[in-house]
T-cell receptor, first 114, second 116 residues
């Protein structure tokens, strides 16, 4: 039981390049989330998904796209990376979205955009 | 709107001291949940505790204890006899089911350094 895994762990991009971050969970959770963590700002929600094939915008969605083609996977895409997207990205999943369930987090992806 | 404030940015204590991490929240929801997560240097956030808005009973788990007070909108976390392994960033979070989805708001975190 691996929980939530993220690929890659580290990445350096040049401005304008694109990339996809992969999140996978093996807990059969319906709900998945992408956050970014920046110094002094806590975690901010980028996009989330309430089930296979459905996604929605979070607090800071601009510059990102997501897809949830399979229940266990949640992809975060950067079409044209900008230095402002330098951050640590966390994926999380939860059993339900009724508010009471804790989220399970992946180990994070540290992205640097030059 | 939801808001979580962790006013303590960084705290340093000497091993075996007790330390309290403060968390103050704001919400208009009557049903909500409060969480504490720990982020050790390895980076992955780990769930510590959940408390719902109707349960103000304090909880103790080993060296950890939590004090939830609705009257002051606070959910404070105390570590007794701190250890070096407690060094981490601790996040308080508020969760409510609103508008069809789980809205989770995290505080900015408190970095705890336990000095041996």
């Amino acid at each position: 039981n691996a929980g939530v895994t993220q690929t890659p762990k580290f990445r350096v991009l040049k401005t304008g390049q694109s990339m996809t971050l992969l999140c996978a969970q093996d807990m059969n959770h319906e709900y998945m989330y992408w956050y970014r963590q920046d110094p002094g700002m806590g975690l901010r929600l980028i996009h989330y998904s309430v089930g296979e094939g459905t996604t929605a915008k979070g607090e800071v969605p601009d510059g990102y796209n997501v897809s949830r083609l399979k229940k266990q996977n949640f992809l975060l895409g950067l079409e044209s990376a900008a230095p402002s997207q330098t951050s640590v990205y966390f994926c999380a999943s939860s059993y339900s979205n009724r508010g009471r369930n804790e989220q399970f987090f992946g180990p994070g992806t540290r992205l640097t955009v030059l | 709107a939801q808001k979580v404030t962790q006013a303590q940015t960084e705290i340093s204590v000497v091993e075996k001291e007790d330390v309290t991490l403060d968390c103050v929240y704001e919400t208009r929801d009557t049903t909500y949940y409060l969480f504490w997560y720990k982020q050790p240097p390895s980076g992955e956030l780990v769930f510590l505790i959940r408390r719902n808005s109707f349960d103000e009973q304090n909880e103790i788990s080993g060296r950890y204890s939590w004090n939830f007070q609705k009257s002051t909108s606070s959910f404070n976390f105390t570590i007794t006899a701190s250890q070096v392994v407690d060094s981490a960033v601790y996040f308080c979070a508020l969760s409510a089911y609103s508008g069809g989805y789980q809205k989770v708001t995290f505080g900015t975190g408190t970095k705890l350094q336990v000095i041996p």
